[in-house]
């Protein structure tokens, strides 16, 4: 193993949230900074331009090669754990910029309650009302100590959408359900394709308050406050699962990276596979990785920040041995406790008039908020502890996706003349209300490493233990009869909502890589990974940032918050531990 | 060295595709009548034929349009065979290979190729010659196989993937249903055309970035 010379900060991971630790410490500090990065170099936007091809998209050409690492899955403690073989329900970047680079760009906040989630529920049910096995709990800080990041990783990515409670006062096409905003967005809303607007009007017919979704794709050319120009969106309908290829997506890659390739004090590494963080005597000494010609390397630091999304951030503490293993049966153990995803419920609307629907962008449609969060507000029948938001959008679905969408009994054979017949009709002319709720957190879901599956260097993989509750059937039925109504609305010929004779999580359907927890912020170490500055509460030396700290999972896209987080982190760490390192709580 | 296989289609059907020679060249083939011989990389020309014909029940050539043999669905499916994807160079392979529940997928050790030598079998020798009703049958016994399900996938992806996978061949595939191709904007038109098909003279992905792209099943070993 060759031995590096030390530097200041390692950051294990070039997405979202260690590029920002990294633009944030070497822009307010003279700090070295290294990030490794396992996957490649970054893209540029020819690249991305060469690749609109729906088939690479399907084939995950962008993603992390499963063949390399992926994970296992088992819905009990009971069950055997089989590994993911291809990817399904989450789809982990590589690269630098990561996942956020073929991310979908939705931006929403979560709800102020959700950030003492746990006490809203005492408070509301009593404790003797709530599951049995209920994990949520409180992050440590509110959403008014949070909203000042919120605003500024809206203004660095240059959301577009509409403000609905701005400083309190309720704005009309907003939604009213947010919690308050000190600022307007960034940017207006998008321009609006046909299919949401159907969804807006029979919304707005039956009393709810559709709004436009906020997304991190611009809707004009914007300049952020790092004096990053990029241009407003075309709707090319290559967005999710896809890089931008002009960069109107904010992607880490066209936000962060040009700041920081300015930086004297950064440096980046791709190809560097980290595999351990090396400590001592309560302290991290560094991290070992496996370079690109499969040479194994020490690189040493006084501060080691893992930022290597939420299977691996566990998967790399376990492996090193920091920390102490949540056991499920006696409880004891914070590290892989609270492993959260989200619950997908897809209802097709056959709408019978060409929606061109290969037109779009990431989250351009119109959302509800009066089912997310704590839909008993609104509710009180609501069999449920917290709901979902209910959108139509048109991210832009390319005809290999879209070919073959037609209603029951159009055709009795999935293919054939009849089959094919039908297919055209109806091709272009469905489309489709979603949801995806809050996951709330219970004891017996949580990840540890397998014994039996190892990745490509020999290291055991992680083990998700994940099923669902009798608490997310309800949140599946009861949000399905809501889209239903909507779609009726519509005056659609509406479908089966899609997952609805679901009994259990599956790996093998996109339910948003979503995936949350295992490394879990909160105000105690008897509780908690991390405190709520994402600093290792054993560990002052590690910090460790990105949805693995959520102790529950919100109705909404992560990455927002992920980076509101993630920026009060870097202030802490700057403006705090850079001049007395040591604990900060 | 393996001796090289071709597969003789209608040239007149395959007007403007653009295909990679075993040299790696592209060449374009001309619209003409007559056939052309196109070199196969997976497949034997017996079992080209008797894919092709599987293909041609699937997504047939009929009173409401053209389909997979005009698109040239047989060359995609042999690309991807014969590339990474037929390989299982994405996906975990790992052992032990165990069956679990339906949640979790596929979990066969055998990858896309043995899947479609598996299906050969299935499929039988004669399967080319029988007439239309006859496949249908034959195809029905096996709508529930991973073969199957498969070829079906593939069909379509062959039928509707950019011509450099080697199918949609003159992009017919899009003309047949009026998608554009990837474009770069749709600027002017995301919020008009409400209710009314938006039809662009289709694009490959070639002609919108203006140079050629070269999908993973070119990365051979």
Redesign the interface.
Known sequence: MERLKPVDVVVVGGGWTGLLMATEITSRTSLSVVVLERGGPARDLSDYGDGMDELDMLRYRIMQNIADETVTHRHSGKDRAVPMRQYGSFKPGTGVGGAGEHWGAISNRYRPDQFRLATHLREKYGAARLPENLAVQDWGFTYDDLEAYYWRAEQMMGVSGKAGNLRGSLIEGGDPFEGPRSHEFPNPPHKMSYFPTLFRKAAQELGYHPFPIPTATLSQDYSNPDGIVRPGCLYCGHCSRYGCMIGAKAQPSNTLLPVLTRKKNFSLRPNCWVRRVVHRDGKAEGVTYMDAAGKEMLQPADVVVLSSWTINNARLLLLSGVGDPYDPVTGRGTLGKNLTHQLTEELPLYIGTPLNLFMGAGGLGYALGEFAGDPPGQDPTAPILRGSEIRASTGGEGPIVSFGKIPQGEANSAWGSAWKKAALKWYDKVGQITCEAAHLSYRQNYMDLDSTYTDKFGDPLLRLTLDWTGHEKRQRAYLAKIMIALGKAIGARVGAPIHETEEHYSVTYSQGTHVQGGVILGDSPERSVVNPWLQHWRMPNLWITGGSAFPQNESANPTLTILAVTYRAAEAFVDRYVKKPGALA | MKRREFIALPAKSLGGLLIYTLARVPIRIKAEEGTVRLPLRFFTAKEARLISAACD????S?E??P?AQEAGVIIYIDHQLAGA?GL???????G?F?E????????GEANPRAIYRDGLRQLGDDFADLDAAKQ?DR?RTLENTMFFRML?TH???G????P??GGNAGLI??Q?????G??????D???K??????HGKPMS?EQ??GHP?K??EEDRE
């Not at chain 2, 039928?159 to 950019?162: E, K, P, Q, T």
């Not at chain 2, 990837?182 to 600027?187: G, V």
């Not at chain 2, 055309?193 to 938006?198: L, S």
């Open positions: 029940r699937i997504f047939p009929d409401s349009g389909g994807y299982d160079r994405y996906r975990y392979t790992k032990p165990v679990s529940v339906p949640e979790h997928g596929y979990q249908d195809l079906r069909t379509i992806e039928m509707f993937s950019d450099l996978h595939g899009w047949l249903i009026g998608y554009p990837p474009q770069m904007s749709f600027w038109e995301i919020d055309n409400y209710g009314q098909p938006w992905l919108v970035v792209v999908g993973w």
